[in-house]
Every structure is written in C-alpha cells, then in structure tokens.
C-alpha cells in the first residue's frame, strides 16, 4: 500500500495530506481539551498542541508516507543557496509591507454583506470576537518570560507549522500541477481560509502570498519561516511593551490613511519581490555560434 502511494498521482496525494490533516488536527483539539481549564498558562499549552497536532505532525506523516526517499529537502527544508541574503529581503519585506497589511485589515473589516447574507455575516462576526478575544487574552503578559513563552507558542510553533503545510506541502504540490503564481495565490488564498478569521482573510492572503513568492524564490522553507516568526513574533512583542507602558497602542501600530504612503509601501513591496525573483533565476551561459562548415564556394 506504501508503495502505491508513493506512485499515486499529486490529487491522490492532496487528498491524503487533507485526511492526515483532519485526523491529526482531530487528535490535537481533543489533546488541547485536557488543559482548558487549568487556567491562562493551560490554555496555551492546549494552544501549542493543537497547533502541533494541526499542522507539524501532518506533513512529517504525510512526507514518510509518500516519499520514495527520505530526504527532508522534499518538505522544502532545503539549504539556501546563493544569493543567501535574499531571506534578509524577506524579513524587510514583512516591514516595508505594513501599511499594506493594516489598510488592507481596516478595508476587509469594514466590509458589510447583508440582505441575504446576514445570518453568515453574524455567524462570521460572532467567530471573529471570538478567536479576537482569546488571542488579546493570550498576548495579555506583563513579565519577559511570558513574553518568551508567547513567542513560542504564538510564533515560533505556527512559523514552523504553517509553513510546512501550506508551502512545504501545499503549495509545493499544486506547483507541480499548475502555474507556480496561481499556486502561491491558491495556496495563500487556502492558508487564510483555514483560520476561519474571515474579517481578516485578505491580510492574511496578502501575507500568505508575500510568504509563498519568498519561498519559492529562494526555494528553502527556511526563509518563510523566519518571514512568519518575525511577523507572529513582532506582534507578540508589541503587545508586551503595551503592556509594560513602553508603548501606547500596540494593536493600531502601522496603521495610516495616508494613500500615498500605503502605495509607496505596495511598491516597494512588490518591487523587492520582482527584485529577488530576477536575483534568484540561474544564469544561462551565453550559447557559442554555430559552427558551419565551409563550403565549396569559401
């Protein structure tokens, strides 16, 4: 049966990835449960082994399955290859592209569906305040080793997770079968769906896309991992200085209504992201003439 699996064409194989991906996140919200009631700290334990169960497990189960050899580079754990500062471009991408991200957040916020759409845009709201209050109940830490046990479970388990799956596996797979810019769309498009945040599914596809393009320009799941822990990881921080009095508002950083601002930063995101496209293409060398043999006329 291994073997057939091995062989199995990549729907078969998504469609695998999906089951061991329910199974498994079965597994860990039932895991989590254990420690609900043990109090803010239990709560994100319960946090982390979810997060574990949901999306580290299922492509290290997944890859073992289908892989004819084992060699973690197939989840994408490659080493990076030249040019290695092109993963620093990618953490200053996730800078440079925050008034993006927060005007995209305030635009997606506002929408309003109605008419016959209300009951979904109320049951959408009601899981919204929901996931919004456990998350600020989280990131509600005033001591430095809460802050280090936030970055743990709010960026650093999520970072490596989520980047297996949804690049390491799923964008991976659907760029052998398609178009690699429909593949990083889609697979952005599924990464954000997946959270069940629907008044912040564009920033988050947004980044998702910023995510996905830095990993396969580099081809190394290294960089999206650092992308998303500093972008997971600054909020973690933020909030601890709020917290602290440090600073004021942690929750409206990088917000502006300035246009001309937030289309500067569109620019030079995508202008860093055309940049390390055209940085990371091999060089072809130059082709020799051909060689024509003389004739008889020469």
């Known amino acids: 049966?291994?073997?057939?699996?091995?062989?199995?064409?990549?729907?078969?194989?998504?469609?695998?990835?999906?089951?061991?991906?329910?199974?498994?996140?079965?597994?860990?919200?039932a895991a989590s449960a254990i420690f609900i009631f043990v109090g803010d700290t239990g709560m994100k334990i319960g946090q982390g082994i979810s997060s574990i169960f949901m999306f580290v497990v299922p492509p290290i189960v997944y890859y073992f399955i289908t892989r004819k050899e084992h060699q973690m580079h197939d989840l994408g754990l490659r080493k990076l290859t030249p040019p290695?500062?092109?993963?620093?471009?990618?953490?200053?991408?996730m800078f440079v592209s925050i008034p993006?991200?927060?005007s995209l957040t305030t635009w997606n916020e506002s929408m309003n569906l109605g008419g016959a759409f209300a009951k979904l845009e109320e049951y959408m709201k009601a899981l919204e305040?929901?996931?919004?209050?456990?998350?600020?109940?989280?990131l509600n830490v005033t001591t430095f080793c809460g802050m280090l046990f936030n970055l743990v479970i709010i960026a650093l388990i999520p970072a490596v997770g989520e980047e297996l799956t949804f690049r390491g596996v799923l964008q991976q797979s659907l760029t052998r079968k398609m178009n690699p810019h429909v593949a990083i769309i889609l697979s952005a498009a599924i990464f954000s769906f997946i959270h069940f945040q629907f008044y912040g599914f564009l920033p988050r596809m947004f980044l998702g896309m910023l995510l996905g393009y830095m990993f396969y320009i580099t081809n190394s799941l290294w960089t999206s991992m650092l992308m998303h822990f500093v972008n997971n990881g600054a909020t973690v921080v933020l909030y601890y200085l709020d917290n602290i009095g440090m600073l004021e508002d942690a929750e409206s950083f990088g917000e502006t209504q300035n246009v001309l601002i937030i289309a500067v930063s569109a620019m030079i995101t995508i202008g860093l992201i055309v940049w390390s496209w055209k940085k990371a293409q091999p060089k072809r060398p130059v082709e020799a003439a051909p060689i024509v043999p003389p004739t008889e006329n020469d």
Request: without cysteine; aromatic residues 6%.
């Open 1 to 29: 049966m291994t073997d057939n699996l091995k062989q199995s064409s990549g729907m078969v194989r998504i469609l695998l990835f999906l089951v061991i991906l329910l199974i498994s996140g079965l597994i860990g919200v």
């Open 129 to 138: 305040e929901t996931a919004q209050a456990a998350t600020e109940k989280m």
């Open 100 to 102: 993006v991200t927060t």
């Open 84 to 93: 290695w500062w092109l993963i620093l471009i990618g953490v200053a991408v």
